[in-house]
């Protein structure tokens, strides 16, 4: 067949609202071919997965393309009957969603669902449906399939489950597929292995395929051609070396540049701190600047659960989530805890704060004591004070039907930091200091966007004048831009408040910016640790090795910014 | 498995407690010599048989006796009836059984396909009108209604009977007043009046879950992945709607037991809340502990059977995963 596969023609999607309509995607033009993948980059807001649900027909209610056409070879869907879009749903494009897990569901095995999604497509019996999605499923590279397939979602893992989910979006043998963030729930090391099947599949069967991602590394690793979107409008197009290696548009060059990078730490990190205001020297006051030596440190470790599946007689099973030989952070020191997930990070940072207790092992504070022995309210009062902790998620992490400025005082009032009339003051302050208009305690959590709601969790954390923060994962659930603004922030704090931090994170890249010692962590062990500069460096296991060379990189494209020859291999 | 297990232990503990409660009622309210001794029965006498009736004995002697009887079916003897209280009870428990029955089959088949209709069609006509008569079916009192029906079909159109249960049919080896039509013309008014409130709950109660399952990402993935409507509601949505449905549905339809009393005193049938209405009265304490039981033991049942269903269709928990 001559002419492109998908033509996107001027394309403008409308949200009506009450207070006006809302234009999600304006002017935009776009083209796919066979056996092509197509990048759409942006952050969130950008569209970018808005105008993959109207190729599919499926924009969110009340969303509506109101002008532009979308055309599957030379077919315009717009004009389409819904009952004529519905069929082409599955048989012509097919689609793959962010989060596995959730894509599936869960109360049907996979077998069930492949089969049913061939039958229904496929129009043959049921039998050979079975017979066909056991193919499938081996076709997408899982193992042992015949036994897989009586298994439920719930049984996979999520590099698994994301396979699954590509062979049901691929039963009706669909000309296009759109990948909506088909990686970003994924760990590194299986993000890899996705890409690489999504990349074979497309040059096999000569399918087209639309990836849309916020992941810079993702594209440079995957697509042929990409376009670049801000606030719905194209920002920039070409093929994916020339637009990440040499951006023309200056929001590209700012994307690229946001991207932490793994092959060295930034020296924008570690800018000398500006001034050292007022809120400053009161959050100081919390600090006993000339102690040295260990802040924390602990006896060997261990987390176990008890496993749901063990018998109701018998002994139970344990599942062992953390057993590490012990650990100590310095003061001042941040310490990066990386891993996949289910590694046991999240879990070892609970039980360093307090927040679970260890099966056996016991941790020490040079300031508290040991940390079973904090029994008095008045010692845990103060414990708490000094611990705080930045979740992951700033969206569940503050309370809704809080105004931020009840959020911030809250904390001050019960620890008796400061009196009554002080407190709208160092509100306003604290605010201000991590980068908010101090007027901005007057609203409400849900008026923020996620990086200024995790500010606002930030200078909640601070305003207790902690020594000890736990940072989980923090910046992993913003857009690159405002990570960079994040990580900055609390470099600055760490370097201005002397702050000490246990920094979890899965993203080597972002570890690598802000840690001065870097521990590995895999299957509930700590395979590495040693020196920042030296894990990535010169890293000691095969593990951290694997990880690293996994990981989606983006310094190709850095050392392509100025001059355009191949991408320099990593 | 060990799921079932584990719930089954936790339901003998809880039908354990409620007995304490029976008991405690026997041990608190009023005196049982004095109930059934005569004014002229000296203190000497009065003493014997309180010791020949074990009163003396230490209470968790007493509380055991009382818990091994009551699993042999032996509630002691009504005061107010002087008979055996499990023979009143197996007496009057048919009629109850088959009324709450009756307007438990009538819930669940029109509130099931109504709830799945209002939530995909939520904007449609009929389900607005849908919900509006859920308003008034969950608000509406139903010793009002009852009056009300009898009105209508009793005293005006001459329809159906007002009260009392009809002839008993046996079918199987069954015997209802459910297998002859004089018996379902009677108790259609009391299962309908018993079974609207029901009815509006769990209508809304479908339908609030399938407006939040129709917005999962599964949904849109199945959607996505071509399937036709019928499949993605009647299949997907419908069985993920019914996993937190299912706990709700049980006890709303065991807690019909207990709004049985008022329609059974409006429609005068012969079950057990007009016992219950009598007992209370006359402070027939057995039979009280009795009724109490009873209807703990309901609860508790109708919460294990919910935990079975539960376990047939989550395979989540059939694995012990999340």
């Given at each position: 067949?001559?002419?492109?596969?998908?033509?996107?023609?001027?394309?403008?999607?409308?949200?009506?609202?009450?207070?006006?309509?809302?234009?999600?995607?304006?002017?935009?033009?776009?083209?796919?071919?066979?056996?092509?993948?197509?990048?759409?980059?942006?952050?969130?807001?950008?569209?970018?997965?808005?105008?993959?649900?109207?190729?599919?027909?499926?924009?969110?209610?009340?969303?509506?393309?109101?002008?532009?056409?979308?055309?599957?070879?030379?077919?315009?869907?717009?004009?389409?009957?819904?009952?004529?879009?519905?069929?082409?749903?599955?048989?012509?494009?097919?689609?793959?969603?962010?989060?596995?897990?959730?894509?599936?569901?869960?109360?049907?095995?996979?077998?069930?669902?492949?089969?049913?999604?061939?039958?229904?497509?496929?129009?043959?019996?049921?039998?050979?449906?079975?017979?066909?999605?056991?193919?499938?499923?081996?076709?997408?590279?899982?193992?042992?399939?015949?036994?897989?397939?009586?298994?439920?979602?719930?049984?996979?893992?999520?590099?698994?489950?994301?396979?699954?989910?590509?062979?049901?979006?691929?039963?009706?043998?669909?000309?296009?597929?759109?990948?909506?963030?088909?990686?970003?729930?994924?760990?590194?090391?299986?993000?890899?292995?996705?890409?690489?099947?999504?990349?074979?599949?497309?040059?096999?069967?000569?399918?087209?395929?639309?990836?849309?991602t916020h992941d810079m590394g993702v594209i440079a690793e995957t697509a042929d051609r990409v376009y670049v979107l801000r606030h719905g409008k194209r920002v920039e197009t070409g093929p994916t070396p020339a637009v990440l290696g040499r951006p023309k548009a200056d929001y590209t060059r700012q994307l690229i540049g946001a991207i932490p990078r793994m092959d060295k730490r930034e020296t924008r990190f570690s800018d000398p701190v500006r001034r050292v205001g007022e809120i400053d020297r009161w959050?100081?006051?919390?600090?006993?600047?000339?102690?040295?030596?260990?802040?924390?440190?602990?006896?060997?470790?261990?987390?176990?659960?008890?496993?749901?599946?063990?018998?109701?007689?018998?002994?139970?099973?344990?599942?062992?989530?953390?057993?590490?030989?012990?650990?100590?952070?310095?003061?001042?020191?941040?310490?990066?805890?990386?891993?996949?997930?289910?590694?046991?990070?999240?879990?070892?940072?609970?039980?360093?704060?307090?927040?679970?207790?260890?099966?056996?092992?016991?941790?020490?504070?040079?300031?508290?004591?040991?940390?079973?022995?904090?029994?008095?309210?008045?010692?845990?009062?103060?414990?708490?004070?000094?611990?705080?902790?930045?979740?992951?998620?700033?969206?569940?992490?503050?309370?809704?039907?809080?105004?931020?400025?009840?959020?911030?005082?809250?904390?001050?009032?019960?620890?008796?930091?400061?009196?009554?009339?002080?407190?709208?003051?160092?509100?306003?302050?604290?605010?201000?200091?991590?980068?908010?208009?101090?007027?901005?305690?007057?609203?409400?959590?849900?008026?923020?966007?996620?990086?200024?709601?995790?500010?606002?969790?930030?200078?909640?954390?601070?305003?207790?004048?902690?020594?000890?923060?736990?940072?989980?994962?923090?910046?992993?659930?913003?857009?690159?831009?405002?990570?960079?603004?994040?990580?900055?922030?609390?470099?600055?704090?760490?370097?201005?408040?002397?702050?000490?931090?246990?920094?979890?994170?899965?993203?080597?890249?972002?570890?690598?910016?802000?840690?001065?010692?870097?521990?590995?962590?895999?299957?509930?062990?700590?395979?590495?640790?040693?020196?920042?500069?030296?894990?990535?460096?010169?890293?000691?296991?095969?593990?951290?090795?694997?990880?690293?060379?996994?990981?989606?990189?983006?310094?190709?494209?850095?050392?392509?910014?100025?001059?355009?020859?191949?991408?320099?291999?990593? | 498995?060990?799921?079932?297990?584990?719930?089954?232990?936790?339901?003998?503990?809880?039908?354990?407690?409620?007995?304490?409660?029976?008991?405690?009622?026997?041990?608190?309210?009023?005196?049982?010599?004095?109930?059934?001794?005569?004014?002229?029965?000296?203190?000497?006498?009065?003493?014997?048989?309180?010791?020949?009736?074990?009163?003396?004995?230490?209470?968790?002697?007493?509380?055991?006796?009382?818990?091994?009887?009551?699993?042999?079916?032996?509630?002691?003897?009504?005061?107010?009836?002087?008979?055996?209280?499990?023979?009143?009870?197996?007496?009057?428990?048919?009629?109850?059984?088959?009324?709450?029955?009756?307007?438990?089959?009538?819930?669940?088949?029109?509130?099931?396909?109504?709830?799945?209709?209002?939530?995909?069609?939520?904007?449609?006509?009929?389900?607005?009108?849908?919900?509006?008569?859920?308003?008034?079916?969950?608000?509406?009192?139903?010793?009002?209604?009852?009056?009300?029906?009898?009105?209508?079909?009793?005293?005006?159109?001459?329809?159906?009977?007002?009260?009392?249960?009809?002839?008993?049919?046996?079918?199987?080896?069954?015997?209802?007043?459910?297998?002859?039509?004089?018996?379902?013309?009677?108790?259609?008014?009391?299962?309908?009046?018993?079974?609207?409130?029901?009815?509006?709950?769990?209508?809304?109660?479908?339908?609030?879950?399938?407006?939040?399952?129709?917005?999962?990402?599964?949904?849109?993935?199945?959607?996505?992945?071509?399937?036709?409507?019928?499949?993605?509601?009647?299949?997907?949505?419908?069985?993920?709607?019914?996993?937190?449905?299912?706990?709700?549905?049980?006890?709303?339809?065991?807690?019909?037991?207990?709004?049985?009393?008022?329609?059974?005193?409006?429609?005068?049938?012969?079950?057990?809340?007009?016992?219950?209405?009598?007992?209370?009265?006359?402070?027939?304490?057995?039979?009280?502990?009795?009724?109490?039981?009873?209807?703990?033991?309901?609860?508790?049942?109708?919460?294990?059977?919910?935990?079975?269903?539960?376990?047939?269709?989550?395979?989540?928990?059939?694995?012990?995963?999340?």
């Amino acid at each position: 067949m001559t002419g492109p596969l998908l033509e996107i023609e001027g394309l403008r999607i409308t949200f009506p609202h009450r207070f006006g309509d809302f234009t999600a995607v304006q002017d935009f033009d776009m083209r796919v071919e066979r056996g092509e993948i197509v990048g759409l980059i942006g952050e969130s807001g950008a569209g970018k997965s808005t105008i993959g649900n109207a190729v599919m027909g499926l924009l969110a209610q009340p969303g509506r393309v109101s002008e532009g056409r979308i055309a599957l070879d030379g077919q315009d869907l717009t004009r389409l009957a819904p009952g004529a879009l519905a069929r082409l749903r599955g048989r012509r494009i097919g689609m793959i969603f962010q989060d596995p897990m959730t894509s599936l569901n869960p109360l049907l095995t996979i077998g069930d669902q492949l089969s049913e999604s061939i039958a229904v497509l496929q129009a043959v019996p049921a039998t050979q449906a079975r017979r066909m999605a056991v193919e499938r499923l081996a076709g997408v590279g899982i193992p042992e399939p015949e036994m897989r397939m009586r298994q439920y979602p719930h049984e996979f893992s999520g590099g698994m489950r994301q396979r699954v989910v590509i062979a049901l979006a691929l039963a009706g043998d669909p000309d296009l597929l759109i990948a909506d963030e088909p990686t970003t729930a994924l760990d590194v090391s299986v993000q890899k292995q996705v890409l690489d099947l999504i990349r074979a599949i497309c040059v096999d069967r000569s399918l087209g395929v639309i990836l849309v991602t916020h992941d810079m590394g993702v594209i440079a690793e995957t697509a042929d051609r990409v376009y670049v979107l801000r606030h719905g409008k194209r920002v920039e197009t070409g093929p994916t070396p020339a637009v990440l290696g040499r951006p023309k548009a200056d929001y590209t060059r700012q994307l690229i540049g946001a991207i932490p990078r793994m092959d060295k730490r930034e020296t924008r990190f570690s800018d000398p701190v500006r001034r050292v205001g007022e809120i400053d020297r009161w959050l100081l006051q919390g600090q006993s600047s000339e102690a040295t030596g260990d802040y924390l440190s602990t006896t060997p470790l261990t987390m176990d659960f008890a496993n749901p599946r063990s018998g109701f007689w018998g002994r139970r099973s344990v599942f062992r989530a953390v057993d590490v030989s012990g650990l100590s952070i310095r003061r001042g020191e941040v310490l990066g805890l990386v891993g996949e997930s289910g590694s046991g990070k999240s879990t070892l940072g609970r039980i360093l704060i307090g927040l679970q207790k260890p099966s056996t092992g016991s941790i020490t504070y040079a300031d508290h004591g040991a940390l079973a022995a904090i029994r008095s309210a008045p010692a845990r009062k103060a414990f708490r004070r000094d611990v705080q902790v930045v979740f992951q998620d700033p969206y569940s992490a503050l309370n809704g039907r809080m105004r931020v400025d009840r959020i911030l005082a809250e904390p001050i009032r019960y620890h008796g930091l400061a009196s009554g009339k002080e407190v709208g003051r160092l509100i306003g302050a604290l605010l201000e200091r991590v980068g908010l208009p101090p007027e901005s305690g007057r609203k409400y959590p849900h008026q923020f966007s996620g990086g200024q709601r995790q500010r606002i969790c930030i200078a909640r954390a601070l305003s207790l004048r902690p020594r000890f923060l736990l940072c989980d994962e923090p910046t992993s659930a913003l857009d690159v831009s405002i990570q960079a603004d994040m990580l900055a922030l609390l470099m600055e704090l760490k370097r201005s408040l002397g702050l000490t931090m246990l920094f979890v994170s899965h993203d080597l890249a972002v570890v690598r910016q802000v840690s001065d010692r870097v521990a590995v962590m895999r299957q509930g062990r700590i395979v590495e640790s040693q020196a920042a500069e030296m894990v990535f460096e010169a890293p000691q296991t095969d593990y951290t090795r694997m990880l690293l060379e996994t990981a989606p990189r983006v310094e190709g494209l850095h050392a392509l910014e100025g001059t355009l020859t191949e991408r320099t291999p990593v | 498995m060990y799921f079932l297990v584990t719930r089954l232990v936790q339901a003998s503990i809880v039908m354990l407690g409620v007995a304490l409660v029976g008991f405690l009622v026997f041990q608190f309210i009023g005196d049982p010599v004095l109930a059934l001794v005569g004014q002229e029965t000296t203190i000497e006498d009065r003493e014997a048989l309180r010791e020949r009736l074990g009163l003396n004995d230490p209470l968790l002697v007493q509380y055991a006796r009382f818990v091994g009887n009551a699993l042999q079916g032996d509630f002691g003897i009504s005061y107010s009836f002087n008979r055996d209280v499990s023979e009143m009870i197996a007496e009057r428990l048919p009629a109850t059984i088959e009324l709450v029955l009756l307007s438990g089959v009538l819930a669940l088949a029109l509130a099931i396909p109504a709830g799945i209709y209002t939530g995909i069609r939520r904007k449609g006509g009929l389900a607005q009108t849908i919900m509006a008569l859920s308003v008034i079916g969950v608000s509406i009192p139903s010793f009002l209604l009852g009056i009300l029906l009898i009105l209508v079909f009793s005293v005006w159109l001459n329809w159906l009977p007002s009260f009392g249960r009809g002839d008993v049919g046996t079918f199987l080896g069954i015997r209802s007043s459910l297998f002859t039509l004089d018996g379902l013309s009677h108790a259609l008014m009391p299962a309908a009046v018993l079974c609207l409130f029901q009815l509006g709950v769990i209508l809304r109660l479908i339908r609030a879950e399938m407006l939040e399952v129709l917005r999962t990402d599964y949904i849109r993935f199945a959607w996505a992945r071509g399937l036709p409507g019928r499949r993605v509601y009647m299949h997907h949505a419908l069985k993920n709607t019914l996993v937190p449905v299912v706990t709700a549905i049980g006890l709303q339809l065991s807690s019909l037991f207990a709004f049985s009393i008022i329609t059974e005193k409006v429609f005068q049938w012969p079950g057990m809340g007009s016992l219950l209405l009598h007992a209370i009265g006359q402070s027939d304490i057995p039979l009280l502990a009795a009724y109490l039981i009873f209807v703990g033991l309901v609860f508790t049942l109708s919460n294990l059977v919910v935990d079975a269903i539960y376990v047939a269709i989550d395979p989540r928990i059939r694995h012990g995963g999340r």
